[in-house]
């Protein structure tokens, strides 16, 4: 489609580019960001601010910065198989899986396939926990993953799929415990800090507030012209952004939908990846390609860093301290992790406290 006969970009916010918020830190090859679907960027995860996990052919690569060496967590070209017998868990595991997406948190690790399967892993235990098939469709895509707290302390996650399906996982009871269906292939869910709220967007220029417990719409989310492909709430509980193929993310307070309360809008293409820092002062949106952008919110988004590079962007991520971002890059012929630092200012009157 030819997004100037539907988008015209009136309401695009105007930003002052000049911020600088992270550093440069380092470009480093001796990992290779690779890249499978050309809509999915969802392959790299930040668990501290020197550890980062991310896809690199058929394998996920853990890499330190502190050490600057890597070592291989899971490999997929081959068979995998749990080595736990946990319930619902399918014991004969796969073959030759390719990977669409992947999540981390803490110590756990969930990769989501093209033929709709789930591989849980623990990194600090031996092999494969989990193995499970989310559905048969011939259309079961895994787009999305996103690993939860629920309000009982029990880690859930989440698999949004283009079966038109959301799903959620117990892994402490390794059961299904919801299933929502909608009338459109879901790309991306985010699940509001309260756990009250789900953001769902896929294949409809409408996006759509849903109730976590029932999978009711509580409100449709207008504005964008093209299916979006990433989502995420800010901290604070009340704001969430999506992120569009009409080359724009829109930011979304929860007290007033009536509209997007800003604009903000890529240099070349689609938004593929949005996340925010965990203190909410920042919010990062990645580009297919070459760019990232990373708004102060504290200015109401008038100011960003660009970081421009040559490549493709497998994925990105902040550390859960906020003082790292990591960036996959692929160029077809190489593939290299890029690390960032926050930039600090500080004064003569904090080193006295």
């Given at each position: 489609?030819?997004?100037?006969?539907?988008?015209?970009?009136?309401?695009?916010?105007?930003?002052?580019?000049?911020?600088?918020?992270?550093?440069?830190?380092?470009?480093?090859?001796?990992v290779?960001?690779?890249?499978?679907?050309?809509?999915?960027?969802?392959?790299?995860w930040a668990?501290?601010?020197?550890?980062?996990?991310?896809?690199?052919n058929s394998?996920?690569?853990?890499?330190?910065?502190?050490?600057?060496?890597?070592?291989?967590?899971?490999?997929v070209?081959?068979?995998?198989?749990p080595?736990?017998?946990?319930?619902?868990?399918?014991?004969e595991?796969?073959?030759?899986?390719?990977?669409?997406?992947?999540?981390?948190?803490?110590?756990?690790?969930?990769?989501?396939?093209?033929?709709?399967?789930?591989?849980?892993?623990?990194?600090?235990?031996?092999?494969?926990?989990?193995?499970?098939?989310?559905?048969?469709?011939?259309?079961?895509?895994?787009?999305?993953?996103?690993?939860?707290?629920?309000?009982?302390?029990?880690?859930?996650?989440?698999?949004?799929?283009?079966?038109?399906?959301?799903?959620?996982?117990?892994?402490?009871?390794?059961?299904?415990?919801?299933?929502?269906?909608?009338?459109?292939?879901v790309?991306?869910?985010?699940?509001?800090?309260?756990?009250?709220?789900?953001?769902?967007?896929?294949?409809?220029?409408?996006g759509?507030?849903?109730?976590?417990?029932?999978g009711?719409?509580?409100?449709?989310?207008?504005?964008?012209?093209?299916?979006?492909?990433?989502?995420?709430?800010?901290?604070?509980?009340?704001?969430?952004?999506?992120g569009?193929?009409?080359?724009?993310?829109?930011?979304?307070?929860?007290?007033?939908l009536?509209?997007?309360?800003?604009?903000?809008?890529?240099?070349?293409?689609?938004?593929?990846?949005?996340?925010f820092?965990s203190?909410?002062?920042?919010?990062?949106?990645?580009?297919?390609?070459?760019?990232?952008?990373?708004?102060?919110?504290?200015s109401?988004?008038?100011?960003?860093?660009?970081?421009?590079?040559?490549?493709?962007?497998?994925?990105?991520?902040?550390?859960?301290d906020?003082?790292?971002?990591?960036?996959?890059?692929?160029d077809?012929?190489?593939?290299s992790?890029?690390?960032?630092?926050?930039?600090?200012?500080?004064?003569?009157?904090?080193?006295?406290?």
């Open positions: 489609m030819e997004y100037t006969k539907h988008y015209k970009g009136e309401d695009c916010k105007p930003t002052d580019k000049g911020g600088i918020y992270y550093e440069f830190q380092r470009n480093t090859r001796s290779k960001s690779t890249i499978l679907h050309f809509q999915l960027r969802n392959l790299v668990t501290s601010k020197h550890d980062v996990y991310l896809m690199s394998s996920v690569l853990h890499w330190s910065a502190l050490s600057g060496e890597k070592y291989e967590v899971m490999n070209s081959g068979h995998i198989a080595e736990e017998r946990l319930p619902g868990s399918l014991l595991g796969f073959s030759q899986i390719q990977v669409s997406t992947l999540a981390v948190k803490d110590k756990l690790l969930v990769a989501g396939g093209f033929q709709g399967e789930l591989i849980c892993k623990f990194l600090d235990r031996k092999g494969i926990s989990f193995c499970c098939r989310t559905t048969y469709d011939d259309n079961a895509i895994t787009n999305a993953l996103d690993i939860y707290d629920s309000s009982s302390g029990a880690v859930h996650f989440m698999s949004s799929n283009n079966d038109c399906g959301i799903r959620d996982f117990d892994l402490e009871k390794c059961q299904l415990c919801k299933h929502f269906h909608f009338q459109w292939p790309n991306h869910t985010s699940l509001s800090p309260d756990g009250k709220i789900l953001v769902i967007v896929g294949d409809d220029p409408d759509m507030l849903v109730d976590a417990q029932t009711k719409t509580v409100h449709k989310l207008q504005g964008h012209v093209d299916f979006s492909f990433a989502s995420a709430w800010n901290p604070d509980g009340q704001t969430f952004a999506t569009n193929q009409d080359k724009t993310c829109r930011v979304w307070d929860v007290r007033n009536s509209k997007s309360v800003a604009v903000l809008r890529g240099n070349l293409g689609a938004i593929r990846s949005i996340r820092t203190d909410g002062r920042f919010l990062a949106m990645a580009e297919p390609a070459d760019f990232v952008h990373i708004f102060d919110v504290g109401g988004y008038n100011k960003q860093q660009e970081l421009d590079f040559f490549g493709e962007i497998s994925g990105m991520s902040f550390s859960p906020t003082e790292a971002l990591f960036v996959g890059v692929w077809r012929t190489y593939g992790l890029l690390q960032y630092s926050r930039l600090r200012n500080y004064l003569y009157l904090d080193s006295l406290f």
